[in-house]
T-cell receptor, first 111, second 115 residues
Framework: GQSLEQPSEVTAVEGAIVQINCTYQ??????LSWYQQHDGGAPTFLSY????GLEETGRFSSFLSRSDSYGYLLLQELQMKDSASYFC????????????FGKGTTLSVSS | NAGVTQTPKFQVLKTGQSMTLQCAQD?????MYWYRQDPGMGLRLIYY???????DKGEVPNGYNVSRLNKREFSLRLESAAPSQTSVYFC??????????????FGPGTRLTVT
């Protein structure tokens, strides 16, 4: 089967750096995606890693190690608006681009 | 562009009633998806459609049916609602062949309660 594991909650203060880890089990790995969801809102795409290494997009970076079946999302210079749930996802074993999501990590940023 | 739209936003059903959740996208995407989200469970794939005219089961298809009416629209039907189907339902779409193939665009969700 397919599964993704990520911590359920992370807390941090404004201006800090936080790392959200994700380990996955899947066959036919095509890449790791990250999504952000604010309370009551829709998930929005953050990043996608197909190859090993770090991808940087502004304050957010995402890392992948295919040999370890592991990735993480790094959030720098945290702001209150970063308080949200973050989901990692991999391609579902079915055809096409359907995704299987982890259960999500709730990030709480305090002042 | 409206992106992905869903109707209704909220719905309360009694056990055994049926209803159809509507979804439409105006981004000319080939692929569309239905997910449900329950507290602590993340997003679970119900059905997806890789292209117009095709549909496939996801992780939790029991109790649901779908129709890919055309390239824009993908509906989800509950034939006989059960309390276990109380959830938030999200529709999503993605392009294929260009950009990030696993970048999905989500609608605002339908909050369904079955009593």
């Amino acid at each position: 089967g397919q599964s993704l594991e990520q911590p359920s909650e992370v807390t941090a203060v404004e201006g800090a750096i936080v790392q959200i880890n994700c380990t996955y089990q899947t066959s036919g790995f095509y890449g790791l995606s990250w999504y952000q969801q604010h309370d009551g809102g829709a998930p929005t795409f953050l990043s996608y890693n197909a190859l090993d290494g770090l991808e940087e997009t502004g304050r957010f970076s995402s890392f992948l190690s295919r040999s370890d079946s592991y990735g993480y999302l790094l959030l720098q210079e945290l702001q209150m608006k970063d308080s949200a749930s973050y989901f990692c996802a991999v391609k579902a074993n079915q055809a096409g681009t359907a995704l299987i999501f982890g259960k999500g990590t709730t990030l709480s940023v305090s002042s | 562009n409206a992106g992905v739209t869903q109707t209704p936003k909220f719905q309360v059903l009694k056990t055994g009633q049926s209803m159809t959740l509507q979804c439409a996208q105006d981004m000319n995407h080939n692929s569309m998806y239905w997910y449900r989200q329950d507290p602590g469970m993340g997003l679970r794939l119900i059905y997806y459609s890789a292209s117009e005219g095709t549909t496939d089961k996801g992780e939790v298809p029991n109790g649901y049916n779908v129709s890919r009416l055309n390239k824009r629209e993908f509906s989800l039907r509950l034939e006989s609602a059960a309390p276990s189907q109380t959830s938030v339902y999200f529709c999503a779409s993605s392009a294929s062949g260009t950009g990030h193939p696993y970048e999905q665009y989500f609608g605002p969700g339908t909050r369904l309660t079955v009593t």
